[in-house]
């Protein structure tokens, strides 16, 4: 059904039920007025009658001798004074004549028989019917007196007494017919039908015009929701289009609905491919709103702002920056003034250099070019810059090392081979009994020792070649922890290794990369002579895998930290220090890097970082589709 239909037909029957009710309660009070009034009017007449009769007792029995023992006597001198008096008999004529309500009278005596009846003479002498008293009428239920009102035909009676020494002796009785109340009710009653019907007739046409002006507002919306959508017009809705307002905006709202869920899918797949390219960005990015909002903010702020970057979104520009920071002075500053900041540099109160650049974004289109659409703030840090750079450095000049040791190497080995054949020579054509013999030794022994070093030398800078393959990394964690699970053991160190549970694909020489590894986590364990925890932890991002090997060892002195990676350098009794440069070398070709962080006592941090391959690809690319296919690598 209709809305509309709905509505006119709950205002009808609203209407209906009032004016049923009213009319009812009306009718009721106007049944109990009529009641009272017959009442009163043939209690009236009761009374007459009975005076009416006391005094024609009085005249008739004036002058009689009549003896009351007699009680035949009695009856028939009464019945004689009653039935001979003119004035009685005027006053029951009249009655029966003109009284609307009273249908017969009749005065009784004490046992019921009849001595006067009118109009019915015939009922004279005779025992009168038994009737029900009017009165009862008065005090009946609302039920019963309707059912009295529209009931089958019925006389009742008002009754009066008349004593003779305190004695009950005659009575007078009125009789009333109840169809004098349904005759006096049947106008009525059409009349009350006549005014309901026309009480529905004209809330049905206020219904409907209720009806239409409660629903206006909806057809207006309606009209919006086509403006909003700007597709289809009202007239080319569902093929089978419904005319009812309300249907047809709840399909306009469903379908907006569903344009917009397609706009937030294609919008948020936009959202996680630009928070992708920015979590991989150095430099910090901040995009404002007109009002100065953060809309968009490149993880790397944290960094600059020591803040969550979740706090920081949709805050004000005056929350985000602190104004007691001279890098939060200097932003909000410029935002107060609008004015552009080009590349200035500012050293941070932790005295890190940074550079920032504040540039508002002006619609080409606006007539009024003086309102910017937002800004957009990058926070460039000059610090990592200028490390990355010496890291660059350091690799080019370790690659230059590289070349000139292996010419070295090579050029240096050839002399030791010819010293070592000579030497053996010189032996043989010496006393054995010589004392400088044991001064050949000494030279043959530490010849050989520098025999090793240059080979190792020639070694570590010989070019590699890489056998490279796709790996699942949590499989190559896990074989270097097996490797090492038993020198951790004599050790007492508890290992405890975190892999994620889904494959981290990288393009690796796995032979090298577990050797790079191993250096890492054996040093991890040396550096806890009493024991402790090995922290393994395997992450990714989509676009590198990190693995940070963490100890709880005696930590590295700042001042041997720049030599760590240096080849040779080693604390170690044991120690050949080429570990970790090895490591250095290995994560270098695999383009990777190695970090680490330590704190004396407390213990040292390495992180090994490499790109991963395939799965981040594939990654990618499902951001883009909606659906992400199942990745099936290479492995297992
Ligand atoms: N986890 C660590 N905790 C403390 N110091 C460390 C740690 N890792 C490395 N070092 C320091 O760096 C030096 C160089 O380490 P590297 O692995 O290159 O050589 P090494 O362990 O001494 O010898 P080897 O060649 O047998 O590994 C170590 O001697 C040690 O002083
Ligand atoms: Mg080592």
């Known amino acids: ?63 009689r001798q009549i003896n009351v023992n007699d009680p035949a006597a009695l009856r028939s001198a009464v019945a004689d004074s009653l039935r001979r008096d003119p004035g009685l008999a005027a006053f029951i004529n009249s009655v029966i004549s003109y009284s609307p309500t009273v249908i017969d009278v009749a005065i009784a005596d004490r046992d019921g028989r009849g001595i006067i009846t009118a109009p019915d003479p015939a009922q004279e002498d005779q025992l009168l019917p038994v009737r029900p008293d009017y009165a009862t009428l008065l005090k009946s239920s609302l039920y019963r007196t ?110 907006l609905g569903r344009r917009m869920r397609n706009v937030e899918e294609v919008f948020s797949a936009l959202k996680e491919n630009l928070d992708q390219i920015l979590s991989n960005l150095q430099d910090g990015i901040m995009l404002f709103t007109r009002d100065a909002r953060a809309v968009l903010v490149s993880r790397s702020v944290e960094r600059f702002l020591s803040v969550n970057r979740d706090d920081v979104l949709g805050a004000e520009v005056h929350d985000i920056f602190d104004r007691h920071s001279l890098l939060g002075r200097t932003v909000r500053q410029a935002f107060d003034a609008g004015m552009s900041v080009v590349q200035e540099e500012i050293i941070t109160e932790t005295g890190r250099r940074v550079e920032i650049s504040l540039d508002f974004i002006h619609d080409d289109r606006a007539s009024d070019n003086g309102q910017s659409l937002g800004a957009l703030l990058t926070l460039h840090d000059l610090e990592s810059v200028r490390e990355i750079e010496s890291e ?81 990394l949590r499989r190559i964690v896990s074989s270097v922890l097996l490797l090492a699970s038993a020198e951790l053991e004599t050790r007492n160190i508890h290992l405890v290794s975190e892999l994620p549970d889904h494959p981290v694909i990288a393009k690796i020489d796995a032979d090298l990369f577990k050797q790079a590894l191993l250096n890492v986590v054996i040093n991890g364990a040396q550096a806890m002579n009493q024991g402790g925890q090995l922290s393994v932890r395997l992450t990714e991002d989509g676009r590198t895998a990190r693995l940070r090997i963490e100890d709880q060892g005696e930590g590295i002195p700042d001042d041997i930290r720049p030599h760590i990676f240096d080849l040779y350098f080693t604390t170690k009794r044991e120690g050949s220090g080429i570990g970790l440069a ?9 383009n990777g890097q190695i970090d680490v962080e330590s704190k004396t006592s407390v213990g040292t941090t390495f992180t090994l970082s490499i790109p991963v391959a395939s799965l981040s690809e594939l990654r990618l690319r499902g951001l883009l589709e909606t659906n992400l296919p199942a990745f099936k690598g290479p492995l297992e």
């Open 1 to 63: 059904m209709r809305l509309k239909t709905k509505l006119s037909a709950a205002i009808t029957l609203l209407v209906l039920v009032i004016t049923t009710v009213l009319s009812w309660l009306y009718m009721t009070q106007l049944l109990q007025q009529h009641i009272e009034q017959a009442y009163q009017s043939t209690d009236v007449i009761a009374h007459q009658l009975q005076f009416a009769t006391r005094e024609a007792l009085e005249n008739g029995l004036r002058n």
């Open 146 to 255: 309707i059912g009295v009102v529209f009931g089958a035909p019925r006389v009742y009676n008002l009754t009066l007494g008349l004593e003779r020494d305190n004695q009950p002796f005659l009575t007078v009785r009125v009789g009333i017919r109840n169809t004098f109340l349904k005759n006096a009710f049947y106008p009525w009653l059409s009349d009350a039908f006549t005014y309901i019907a026309l009480a529905i007739a004209i809330s049905l046409v206020v219904a409907v015009f209720v009806a239409n002006l409660a629903l206006q507002p909806l057809a207006q919306i309606s009209a919006r929701l086509d403006a909003l959508s700007q597709a289809e017009p009202a007239g080319e809705l569902d093929s089978g289009a419904s005319t009812d307002t309300v249907l047809q905006v709840s399909h306009k709202i469903e379908r």
């Open 392 to 472: 660059l450095e350091l690799s080019r000049r370790m690659a230059a090392i590289g070349r000139l040791t292996a010419g070295v190497g090579h050029e240096v080995k050839n002399p030791i081979n010819a010293i070592v054949v000579h030497l053996e020579l010189l032996r043989s054509k010496m006393d054995s009994e010589s004392g400088a013999l044991r001064h050949l030794e000494i030279i043959q022994s530490e010849i050989r020792r520098l025999d090793r070093v240059v080979q190792t030398l020639v070694d570590f800078s010989r070019p590699v070649e890489l056998q490279l393959q796709e790996q699942d």
């Open 582 to 590: 090895m490591t250095y070398r290995i994560l270098q070709l695999h």
